[in-house]
């Protein structure tokens, strides 16, 4: 019972502070951007301490979490769960604290000029880096053809010295793409990139998002889909000057919805037909006993209404308490700067703080597992570890905010930077806070510098081609 008492107190907490934002800011990012930290923090706390104190009764509503524990440890409605909700909560809790001290009021918001890129350009790029990223993977997905395996599971399980390049092409082409869709949706009311004129380019954005999304389908990759979604819903809202129209928004939550709907279910997937036609490769990989599995509609609502995302995370905290793992103090920050350094230079890099806690809890190999931020903090330097990673993470997530609401120009990779900065952020939340400290790299170079970057250049050649007429 006293669990309920305290997610009720802290759920009201975080509504409360998140209401305040929201009337000081009228900016949807941060509601959005706290209910996705609520999700992966203590959404699925409410249905494990059920679950739980009735003796397994989740079973019986379609929560499947059971299998992670046995590969994990563990878990139990204890005092070492009721600490680790606490913390989750006074991690997110804190992040709200600082955004609402430091954010600016919308009433201080500059004037916007936008600025507008080469759609084309920037439709062919996107194309272009999917297809690049597939001819990485070709071979895994012709041995999954061969083997009848999913695509997912030979991509993420064999060696591919170009498989960080495979993920960041995705995530450049993912995010490009919801630039150009969304400024046509926003047409001539963007106020940070502004709409064609042509109907034929806009087509062409719905094919090309139909195709781009159902490769990721394919792969099974889903955090791309929903950090497309959550870009596009957030640059959306915040590219409209005028009276927000509902259609559109509609039609991102459809674009959105329906594939991660069924991305789980469909991760089993095996495109045997390819067999058919192409050679199988060989491929060092212990091939799966039961795989793969089979799909049904009612599976794949079951997985998406009650998915383990809910639960791993979430677990992660209640681990590092209940088994007192010891802190690392600072071994994040030692893995972020040697992140930097070429192999060639550091050949052996220290482990990151997720294998640090894999390691130390003995978990299964063979098996992908989930450490929330707030755990990756605390792992690192304790209570205050977690208090410091909430700052860090709130100063950061109000700056673009404060950069966005004063900008008055977006031309120049800088302007670009802010106009999209806020959003990307926010997009970014469900990888970040399904991560340790070390997630700041990523956030920098695939989340915010290239996917500006090839937005600038689409902005460079329309700039180009204006002094060229």
């Known amino acids: 019972m006293w669990f309920f008492v305290l997610l009720t107190i802290y759920t009201g907490i975080i509504y409360y502070l998140g209401h305040r934002i929201w009337k000081k800011t009228r900016q949807i990012s941060f509601p959005i951007g706290i209910a996705l930290l609520y999700y992966w923090s203590l959404l699925g706390s409410w249905f494990f301490v059920y679950d739980d104190l009735s003796g397994g009764a989740g079973a019986a509503i379609g929560l499947h979490y059971y299998i992670y524990l046995e590969k994990m440890f563990m878990v139990h409605a204890d005092g070492a769960y009721m600490m680790a909700i606490s913390l989750y909560a006074l991690f997110i809790i804190c992040i709200e604290t600082v955004v609402l001290y430091f954010a600016k009021p919308a009433s201080e918001s500059a004037a916007k000029n936008p600025v507008r890129i080469n759609h084309p350009i920037l439709l062919i790029g996107c194309l272009v880096g999917v297809v690049l990223s597939g001819m990485i993977v070709w071979k895994q997905i012709l041995f999954a053809a061969g083997h009848k395996l999913s695509v997912y599971t030979v991509t993420r399980t064999t060696d591919n010295s170009l498989f960080t390049i495979h993920q960041l092409l995705n995530q450049v082409s993912v995010t490009a793409l919801y630039v150009g869709l969304i400024s046509y949706l926003c047409n001539k009311d963007g106020r940070i990139i502004e709409g064609g004129k042509s109907y034929r380019v806009y087509i062409f954005y719905i094919l090309a998002t139909l195709f781009i999304e159902g490769f990721m389908l394919f792969l099974g990759n889903k955090r791309e889909i929903l950090f497309g979604g959550i870009f596009g819903m957030v640059f959306y809202f915040a590219n409209m000057q005028n009276r927000i129209k509902w259609k559109p928004v509609f039609f991102i939550c459809l674009i959105v919805v329906i594939p991660l709907f069924f991305n789980d ?13 192409f050679n199988i490769p060989v491929l060092e990989m212990k091939i799966p006993e039961a795989e793969p599995a ?21 677990f992660s905290m209640y681990g590092a308490i209940h088994y007192k793992v010891p802190y690392t103090y600072g071994s994040s920050f030692v893995y972020l700067a040697t992140s930097i350094v070429p192999r060639a230079i550091i050949p052996e890099r220290p482990p990151d703080i997720y294998a640090y806690y894999a390691k130390q809890l003995h978990m299964k190999e063979g098996q992908g597992y989930t450490i929330h931020h707030a755990t990756g903090w605390y792992l690192n330097f304790g209570i205050i570890g977690v208090l410091a990673g909430a700052f860090v993470w709130g100063l950061i997530w109000v700056f673009f905010y404060n950069k966005f609401l004063l900008q008055d120009n977006f031309s120049g990779f800088k302007g670009i930077l802010f106009g999209l900065g806020l959003a990307l952020f926010t997009s970014a939340i469900p990888s970040m806070v399904r991560g340790g400290p070390e997630g700041y790299k990523a956030l920098a170079m695939e989340y915010l510098l290239f996917p500006v970057l090839a937005v600038f250049l689409a902005y460079m050649m329309q700039k180009l081609k204006k002094q060229k007429t």
């Open 294 to 314: 089979g799909f049904s509609v009612s599976g794949a609502a079951t997985t998406f209404l009650f998915s383990n995302e809910m639960f791993c995370a979430n």
């Open 265 to 277: 279910a469909l991760r089993a997937y095996s495109p045997t037909f390819l067999a058919r036609w």
